[in-house]
């Protein structure tokens, strides 16, 4: 078998019930609890109508502009896969459109994430199927390969494993690998409702401040009252 032309099995993926109990959750709040350390990139934003992102990432290692190896990802995908695309961020041609997307949505895929571009953006953007890209392009893409499927991919320094958890809302993408998603949602779960008790204590003119000034007391900032 050779490296970078390859397809390989994915022999793990988180569970229906690790899936529905983080699509809950703001992205942010999962954010903050793996402290705020790793994160999908900033250029990948929701390209779709509306709607959150959660599932097990079927991932794709693609050259810019190629999508051979996306094809046979729809062809492999399960239902309630993410299919997570690095295509080198490249936004010369576009990596998948309308048609892709029809497939997807007939097999039962619960999104697609491309480090690259789409095409067909009207619409991608009439949907609520979710699609996270860099941009969008009218170029169509190629199918020549190479390509893998199932391998360690990397989007802006997140590191994404086959079956490892993906997520995405308006506020962007993480991962939470496969072996942390307990402990990771403990902790954002946690986060969560301390944040919904500050909320209603804003609304009640009940926040207190002064947390502020001894954090500034603390690293010694001049001119506080």
């Not at 009640?204 to 001894?214: N, R, T």
């Amino acid at each position: 078998m050779s490296a970078g032309f390859r397809i390989l099995k994915r022999h793990r993926k988180v569970d229906a019930g690790t899936v529905e109990r983080f699509a809950r959750l703001p992205v942010a709040n999962v954010s903050d609890s793996m402290s705020r350390m790793t994160g999908g990139g900033a250029r990948l934003r929701p390209m779709h109508r509306a709607g959150g992102l959660a599932g097990p990432a079927l991932t794709v290692k693609a050259p810019p502009g190629d999508n051979l190896m996306v094809h046979k990802a729809i062809a492999l995908a399960e239902v309630g896969d993410i299919i997570v695309v690095d295509a080198g961020g490249d936004l010369t041609n576009a990596i998948t459109g309308e048609m892709m997307l029809m497939q997807m949505i007939k097999r039962g895929v619960a999104g697609l994430i491309i480090n690259g571009a789409i095409r067909d953006a009207g619409y991608i953007r009439s949907q609520d199927f979710p699609v996270f890209a860099a941009g969008i392009t009218h170029r169509g893409p190629y199918k020549n390969g190479p390509g893998e499927i199932n391998v360690s991919i990397a989007i802006d320094g997140m590191v994404i494993e086959p079956g490892d958890l993906v997520i995405g809302d308006d506020d962007g993408l993480l991962c939470v690998p496969f072996d942390q998603t307990d402990a990771v949602f403990k902790a954002a779960i946690a986060k969560f409702e301390a944040e919904q008790k500050q909320i209603a204590n804003i609304q009640a003119g009940m926040h207190d401040p002064s947390w502020v000034d001894k954090q500034l007391r603390d690293l010694k900032c001049e001119g506080l009252d």
